[in-house]
């Protein structure tokens, strides 16, 4: 292959790569959100335009990882029952179309003892340190790593970069060309080159991927492989490209990654970039199936349940107490404890920011796929820090003043030491004033809106209605906020259940309401909670509406509730060194939209996102379509990170939490260099022994007429593309009769 003399750099190119092309590569990273905002995001969002086995060939070439468990995973799941024979017959006509083989079983023991690898795309430094043991891509991960987290650092660092009013690239560029690291690691000319590189990123890469010799319709794909092999900052760039479009931050990340390459073409005689993604394997063929068998003996026992369960509503017409919890998973084993207290006690299930997309304190308090639409603001007034606290804080900071400063304040963070080590630490939940300006109007709809997706009867609503948000409570601990909500950038709900009630008790709203033909019972009063999920209790908040029998009543409904699950998550969240302080939404599995009547009888493990649907009340079909739209994407969305942190921690994951360290505020490394991680870390799936998340594609179970859910698929391509591509599996509920949506669009009746 013809190599550019790299000492001259500045020259013109004959052909050049489409933009398009190039931004394509980058639209196939998924964004990464900061700790502090932590939002469950499918590391899969840029591939889902392509079916999931082709997605996982591709991730095998670009990642070079899986996207699927081990064959001793799926030998072992076979062995206990969790894949039927059934089902691997059933996977196995499926994806291949072959007539089915009574052999099935057999065959997919045989083929998992295969061990057989697709051509990987290689970059100079992958090529380098296979061929001669290298250990390049470690280094240029590292290199790049140094200069991003300096870059965008958030006042971590007291030493900041002195280029960060500059782009990313261009900072670079500057750090880089004075930095001997490269030079003195065995990389010679590494500042002469990056000196000579044009000074705008898109002008860059299309020089550098002349000097490395790519071209063609191998583009795409290599450069995917190169921002595959730093995917923690090429992630942590979609996200800030998506806040500000304009930046293009990924395509100058793809423009330093280049550049290592290209300086490492000095000492890579013999690479060749023209490397292809090879068809399947047997092996890889027999692992999707064994996956699609599992997720079928799931589905197919869920259907088996909800088919047997009575579904026969209670006799009491109007309740004592309406209870509604977020649709996550954590909430159901909640609600059937709630329930089970008293036989006049209803819960419903509804996205947990109960329609009301809020901005609070700078934060949007909604769903990361909307805006907030209204501010809220905290009538308490934030203290401000005091010059002595700010000079505390950069004595902490400084290089040089760090150790004399905790020397001198060590008694007192010894007593800080010995609180959270005796369980002292503070685990209340603020509960600030709010306030807001927002006309009449607005107000009203918002609460006509969220009645009616909720599917409540509301001439029958209780006397006492509590509407539940739901966060996390635990001591340091970097994923704290991935704890809160998973769909809501990492925020308790409590301020929109707090508005929800208040606007839901407004006399003039509902007089307004009242007018409209909506006619909320006159001694109903709304109540807003908290669901703390590491310890599950419920605290509540502006209680003054409730007579003090109600509030005697309700509160022990709940306390009961909370016993019933048990108290130990009071302990972990408050020590300060537990890993685990709870399980978050491992395990989740499902998604059913149905009456509460279909699921009420049923225990589902705490694996199912609930939310209420009844389609007789659904004339329109707007309520369907806003549930396939919003809640069934933001839980693939949660289900897919699950799924692929399990499946390849190393690459989707965030490895072990006990040797994080936190970068810039707003990521972590694992150790103390590399790649900026993603996803979650083992702790949050793995209990040391077992897995405790099951990785499955998420079932979505919908009580509604076929052809209702056809329409909404039909006007809703990016769902329909999330059906037919097989990252979610669709399947109907009509009475006892199930049916599984197929990817060619035809309707499959389950077997019972």
């Given at each position: 292959?013809p ?6 750099p ?6 050049s ?18 700790l ?9 969002l840029?591939l ?20 699927l ?6 030998r ?22 072959l007539?089915?083989?009574?052999d ?5 023991e ?27 891509a ?5 290199e ?13 660092s007291?030493w900041?970069?002195?280029?960060k009013?500059?782009s ?12 001997r ?10 500042r ?20 490395l ?6 583009v ?5 492989r190169?921002?595959m092999?730093?995917?923690g ?9 998506r ?9 100058q990340v ?5 550049a ?6 000095g000492?890579?005689d ?14 890889t ?10 997720e079928g ?5 869920l259907a088996?349940?909800?088919a047997?369960?009575p579904?026969?509503?209670p ?5 004592r ?18 329930e089970?207290?008293a ?5 419903i ?7 009301m997309a809020l901005?609070?304190q ?7 796929l909307l ?10 007034k ?7 606290s700010?000079?505390?804080?950069t ?10 400063a ?14 959270r080590?005796?369980g ?17 109007e607005s ?17 029958d609503?209780?006397?006492v ?6 966060g ?17 950038g ?5 301020v ?16 307004e ?8 019972p ?13 310890t599950?209790?419920v605290?509540?908040h502006?209680t ?9 009543e309700l ?14 998550g009071?302990r972990?969240?408050r020590?300060w060194?537990e890993?685990?302080?709870e ?30 649907y009844?389609?007789t009340?659904?004339e ?17 969305w949660?289900n ?16 072990n ?5 936190v ?7 694992e150790?103390?260099a590399g790649?900026?991680?993603t ?12 897995w ?6 998420l ?7 076929k ?14 593309q999330l059906?037919?591509?097989?990252w ?17 669009g ?7």
């Open positions: 292959m190599v550019q003399s790299l000492s001259h500045e020259i013109e190119v004959s052909t790569v489409d933009t398009n092309v190039i931004d394509a590569a980058c639209a196939r990273i998924p964004p990464l959100w900061p502090q905002n932590f939002v469950a995001v499918n590391p899969f840029g889902t335009g392509r079916t999931f086995p082709e997605a996982a060939r591709l991730i095998d070439a670009a990642g070079h990882g899986p996207m468990m081990t064959p001793e995973y799926y072992d799941q076979y062995r206990a029952g969790a894949i039927s024979a059934a089902q691997i017959a059933t996977a196995y006509t499926d994806h291949t179309g007539p089915a083989r009574p099935a079983s057999s065959w997919l045989s083929e998992l003892a295969r061990n057989e690898e697709s051509t990987r795309i290689l970059t100079v430094a992958d090529w380098l340190d296979h061929t001669r043991g290298t250990q390049w470690g280094f240029v991960a590292d790049i790593s140094k200069w991003c987290s300096s870059y965008f650092d958030r006042a971590q007291r900041t970069m002195p280029w009013d500059e990313l690239y261009k900072a670079w560029r500057h750090a880089a060309s004075i930095d690291n490269p030079e003195v690691y065995g990389l010679p000319g590494f002469a080159l990056v000196r000579a590189l044009p000074e705008c990123e898109s002008a860059a890469i299309q020089h550098l991927l002349f000097l010799g790519v071209s063609g319709g191998e795409e794909d290599f450069l995917h190169q921002l092999s730093i995917f900052w090429s992630a942590w760039a979609a996200y800030q490209e806040q500000a479009p304009e930046g293009k931050l990924t395509r793809l423009a330093i990654r280049l290592y390459d290209a300086a490492l073409l000492i890579a013999g690479y060749d970039a023209q490397h292809r993604i090879a068809a399947p394997s047997s092996f063929i027999a692992k999707y199936i064994a996956q699609l068998a599992a003996t799931f589905r197919s026992t088996a349940k909800l047997a369960a579904v026969a509503k006799a009491i017409a109007r309740k107490l309406q209870a509604v919890f977020c649709i996550d998973v954590r909430s159901e084993g909640y609600r059937r404890a709630l089970a207290q036989e006049g006690i209803e819960t299930g509804f996205a947990g920011f109960f329609g901005e609070f700078n934060s949007a308090l909604c769903p990361v805006s907030p639409k209204y501010k809220v603001e905290s009538q308490n934030q203290p401000r820090s005091g010059w002595l700010g000079m505390w804080a004595l902490r900071g400084s290089a040089s003043a760090c150790f004399p905790i020397e001198t304040g060590g008694l007192w963070y010894g007593l800080a030491i010995a609180k080590l005796l002292w630490s503070d685990n209340t939940v603020e509960s600030p004033k709010l306030e807001w300006q927002i006309p009449l107000r009203v709809q918002l609460v006509a809106d969220a009645l009616r997706n909720m599917s409540v009867s509301v001439p609503l209780a006397p209605v509590v509407i539940c948000g739901h996390s409570k635990t001591e340091n601990n970097p994923y704290a906020s991935s704890l809160d909500c998973g769909a809501c990492g925020h308790k709900g409590d929109n259940a707090r508005f929800a009630a208040a606007l839901m008790n407004d006399p003039e709203v509902r007089q309401l009242n007018r409209r033909g909506v006619a909320i006159a001694d109903t009063v709304f109540v807003a909670g908290l669901h703390v999920t590491t599950n209790e605290v509540l502006d003054e509406r409730l007579t003090p029998a109600q509030s005697s509160q022990a409904w709940l306390h009961n509730a909370s016993k019933m699950l048990g108290t130990d009071v972990r969240s020590d060194s890993v685990r302080p399980w978050g939404l491992a395990g989740n599995a499902a998604f059913i939209a149905a009456p509460r009547a279909r699921t009420r009888s049923l225990d589902l493990g705490g694996r199912a996102f609930l939310h209420d009844d389609a009340a659904d329109d079909g707007s309520v369907l379509t806003l549930i396939l739209t919003a809640p069934v994407v933001v839980a693939s949660i897919l990170q699950y799924y692929g942190s399990t499946v390849n921690n190393a690459l989707f994951g965030s490895g939490k006990a040797l994080h360290n970068v810039g505020t707003f990521g972590v490394w150790g103390n790649d900026l991680r996803g979650l870390p083992m702790q949050s799936l793995h209990d040391g022994e077992k405790v998340h099951e990785p499955l594609r079932q979505v179970f919908v009580e509604a007429p052809a209702n859910i056809d329409a909404v698929l039909a006007a809703h391509p990016d769902v329909k059906v037919e591509n097989e979610i599996h669709l399947i109907a509920m009509d009475g006892d009769a199930f049916y599984n949506r197929r990817p060619d035809a309707w499959r009746r389950l077997a019972a």
